[in-house]
């Protein structure tokens, strides 16, 4: 220190006794929202599962789990909206396939299909994180297009129509916040 006082970096303030009175009750509709989250998000997964389940692939359905999180607890983020959750999702099962198609499935190429997907979603804005697992998934399961339909489309589809329709039963939400 050089001849002075050192400035606090947090500067304290005296609590204001109305605040800790409304801290609780926004404490409560912060409980009461994530649990209207979670019940949404159990029948969201819950369609989408029983929609497209596959016995022969289960990890291909991976996915729709990160997807859960974003369209029911993180549906107001730019991840969450329909441009990304579509464009991620079939395009990046698309580049998988098509490099499976291509170029077998060689750990190169399930590099090649990753990073390409990781550009795709860049450059259309279409970054969905979840999304990012397809490729690997559509490598290694040596998926044909028709993925695409079911059990990618179909289980995209689903949960975005229960995030639609349950975000409209809580009064403030709604769900899409921007469709494109």
Known sequence: MLGGQVKPLIRSRKADP????????NRWGHLIGLG???????IGIALALWLVANEQSPFLLASLGGTTVFLFALGHT???????????????AFIGIL????????????VLAVVLTMIYMVT???????????????????ADFMV??????A??????????????????KEYPVKWW
């Open 18 to 25: 109305t605040e800790q009175v409304h801290a609780v009750p």
């Open 36 to 42: 209207w989250s979670a019940v949404g998000a159990s």
């Open 78 to 92: 730019e991840p969450a909206q329909p441009r990304a959750l579509f464009g991620g999702h079939l395009g990046g």
């Open 99 to 110: 490099c499976y198609q291509l170029f077998g499935d060689a750990l190169w190429v399930s």
């Open 124 to 142: 259309t804005r279409t970054i969905h994180p979840p999304a990012g697992a397809n490729p690997l998934f559509m490598v290694h399961n040596h």
């Open 148 to 153: 695409l339909l079911n059990p990618v489309g």
């Open 155 to 172: 289980g995209i589809l689903a949960l975005f129509l229960v995030a639609m329709f349950w975000s409209r039963l809580q009064p403030g």
